[in-house]
């Protein structure tokens, strides 16, 4: 078997069994024997790519073993209220969460391969941007295809150069006089000078405007400045950023007047990746503790993001927990803002809401003009009605089974309209900022206050219902049916099973064919949607 030879011996004989040999033939059946020894039979595998080939080849070498195949994506580091922004690489955001698991915020990666990419964050916890450009070698080879006179220098022969420097202490001279020496010196003054000018910027923009602000909850504050390099250059990148490059290159002898340190890192993105498992574990806890404890919170102080602004810029919105309410046998807690607005929310909203109280605290205090102040104190809200619908109930977060469609929910249930809780909030729910955030089990995140809220007379919503229900009832799909497209043609299946055991979660789907799969999340609304869309053509919707 193909995948047994590219493992470590330890991996290798977790999957395969310690008598299995990786030079013989190594069957399936030894990875499925070996799997029904284990507690947790199935591997989870995570995945950060860039190669769309080469990530369809791994799905492909896993298939054949016991596995849960989880792909991560940018929203798996950070989200959009963390900088995060569309098209950002999943890998550079994967380096800096694994640059802030060992230093903190700020942090700064500096990705040395084909590509070389900087990425940084500021104090706050949010992602600054960066830069791409070409590796030491694309640089190098690039000079060598499109000439005739410049040769082809190897990664060998860079690395064993740059070792040659740093063992005789002499760098590499400005003014070289061989071809090979020259290419290299000058694409590693490149480098440098780039790499310092990058480092001041960052320093300029992440600490001296921002020396006042605290880091995200649960992270460490960057003191000592720490620039991490990864990747497969990463090393050499880490002694051109030295004080006088290292000896590399020749430098004036000027010392280190920005005050920073450079360290290197080879396995910055799987540091990155066991961050956001281990937030994730640590989140489940506390969760669970928090449902068992029985303590009352009234009284305590909440925070929430909403996809509206006030005149501040800040979409924040704090207020208190004023009661406790049982509908159908469920606590839910009605939560009513400084604002005016009241809603009620489910146990996990609520954990969420106290956390993200915890990290931002109480709106501070700014001085408006009168005129940017909206009258009777109701924020201006672009789209939104004047005036909230009265009476209508709201509709119990926790009780819907499957997912509906907007228009579906437009009706709150009959039987909860005589516990006649509080109005809906009038604005539209956005998920809280964390660091790290959620999971990699594919975004089980608490959304569950999407449902919590009517959506007569508001926005309408701009998150996904089917999303929603995903997140806030797992357990709720199983037995729906679902659809999924191969090759252009559309097959339909049923949902057996929820598995939470271990992360990433994953429900089971048989499909009418007799072929089994097990689905993501992200697969699962995918599935969902095109049952939607499709559903009319399964001949076994009625089972």
Known sequence: MILSRMLPESIHDYIFG??????????????????????????????????????????????????????????????????????MGVDRLATLTGAVYFYGHPALVFDGGTATTYSATNCEGKVLGGGIGPGIQ??????????????????????????????????LPTFARTTKEAMMVDVFQEFAGKGKNVIERWIEHAYSKNDKKQ?????????????????GDGDIFCELLQPCHGGVIEAQPAGNNLNYQVRPNK??????????????????????????????????????????????????FRGSVTEEIVVEEKTLYRITYDDGDDEDVTAESLFDMLELYKQHGEKKKKKKSPEAKPKNGKKKLEGEPKKKAEGKPK??????KEPKSKEATKEAPKEIADSKPAEPKSKANKEAPKFPIK?????????????????TAKKPKTKDDIKDMVQSDPNGFVNKRVAKDFDGEC???????????????????????????????RDLIKSL?????????????SD
């Open 529 to 541: 949607k095109h049952y939607k869309k499709h559903g009319k053509d399964d001949k076994n919707a």
């Open 138 to 171: 694309s640089k190098l080879q690039s000079m060598s295809k499109d000439t005739d006179a410049l040769p082809n220098i190897s990664a060998l022969e860079v690395k064993e150069r740059v070792k040659e420097t740093e063992n005789s202490g002499k760098p």
């Open 18 to 87: 310690a008598a299995a040999d990786a030079s013989n033939n190594v069957t399936e059946e030894m990875a499925q024997d070996q799997s029904q020894k284990r507690a947790v039979e199935k591997l989870s595998v995570y995945v950060v790519y860039t190669n769309a080939d080469q990530l369809a080849k791994l799905e492909k070498l896993c298939a054949s073993i016991p596995s849960n195949f989880v792909v991560l994506d940018g929203d798996d580091f950070f989200n959009e209220e963390q900088g995060r922004y569309n098209g």
């Open 215 to 231: 880091p995200p909850m649960g992270t460490k504050y960057n003191e000592d400045r720490i620039v991490t390099c990864t990747g």
């Open 267 to 316: 396995h910055l993105i799987h540091y990155g990746i066991s961050a956001i498992l281990n937030m994730q574990v640590l989140a489940r806890r506390n969760k669970a503790k928090f449902n068992k404890s029985g303590e009352s919170h009234v009284g305590k102080r909440v925070a929430k993001v909403f996809d509206v602004e006030s005149d501040d810029g800040d979409n924040i």
């Open 395 to 400: 509709e119990n977060a926790d009780s819907p």
């Open 439 to 455: 999971s990699a089990s594919k975004k089980h995140a608490n959304v569950a206050a999407e449902n919590d809220k009517l959506p």
């Open 491 to 521: 097959f339909f299946g049923k949902i057996t099973k929820y598995d939470d055991t271990e992360p990433p979660p994953f429900w089971h789907v048989v499909y009418d064919d007799g072929d089994e799969e097990d689905f993501s999340s």
